[in-house]
């Protein structure tokens, strides 16, 4: 299947895909670094957004929320759950906005769908194009360089008399720009099993080298992949999340 194929064809999974996921407690961690570090504002824009509940749970916060996808089918379902707020279709590595925003967002690693570190800097000039002075990017991402191989997540929820199994990987060769993302989706009845399979191309960098992309318009925080608390990385792990403040 190409690239956005299962994420088109299965939309309507999507949730069930990332039913292990806590928007709320992600959506509370960013109000809070939006707090301590932005600029108070309450204009808010979630790229790649899918189907909206981080956007959800920022609206209870008293934000007027927007949303960005490549996918037309999971902005319907967004604009189902959030009937309030603002979507378009489009690309992150390309976009322009008539009003700036206090804070964008960009959670489940997708700023890694860039591709490359070209369209990873069109992204990143994008955004603080959008952004008002002092205004807040923060989104999670993964090192290349702590990636397993080894390593797959899987869980399985029941709905509608089916059991459904989801499952997802990185795959990083050791060199280059480039990582995988692997997903998967089974569907099990009585009757009959059906399996989905997908890999995308995602850009690969360490932090390191995502830091020094961002230098230029931003200053540069990086905490550990916590929502409970706000702890600096520790250097040890290949999981964080990067808040970064408009120059």
């Known amino acids: 299947m ?7 064809d299965l939309s309507g999974y999507y949730d069930l895909m990332c039913a292990d996921i806590n928007y709320q407690a992600q959506s509370n961690s960013t109000h809070r670094l939006q707090q301590i570090f932005g600029n108070s504002g309450q204009r808010h824009l979630d790229l790649a957004c899918g189907t909206g509940p981080h956007i959800y ?11 960005l996808d490549i996918n037309q089918p999971m902005l319907d379902l967004a604009k189902q759950r959030c009937p309030d707020a603002q979507f378009e279709l489009g690309n992150m ?4 906005v008539t009003k700036p925003y206090d804070l964008i967002t960009c959670f489940l690693y997708s700023i890694h769908y860039s591709g490359d570190i070209q369209n990873l800097k069109n992204c990143i000039q994008s955004v603080h194009k959008a952004l008002n002075n002092g205004g807040v990017f923060c989104f999670n991402s993964v090192d290349k360089n702590y990636i397993d191989n080894s390593l797959f997540a899987k869980h399985s929820v029941i709905h509608e008399n089916s059991k459904l199994s989801f499952g997802s990987s990185w795959y990083y060769r050791g060199e280059g720009e480039k990582q995988t993302l692997k997903l998967s989706i089974e569907k099990k009845t009585t009757e009959e099993t059906q399996r989905w399979t997908d890999e995308h191309s995602m850009v690969a960098l360490s932090f390191d080298e995502l830091k020094t992309l961002l230098i230029p318009y931003f200053d540069v925080h990086i905490f550990e992949h916590e929502h409970d608390k706000i702890t600096a990385w520790d250097k040890a792990s290949g999981n964080a999340i990067f808040l ?4």
């Open 244 to 247: 970064c403040v408009k120059r």
């Open 57 to 67: 749970y920022l609206i209870k916060d008293g934000y007027q929320c927007s949303g």
């Open 2 to 8: 190409s690239n956005n194929a299962l994420y088109t």
């Open 93 to 96: 590595c390309d976009f322009e």
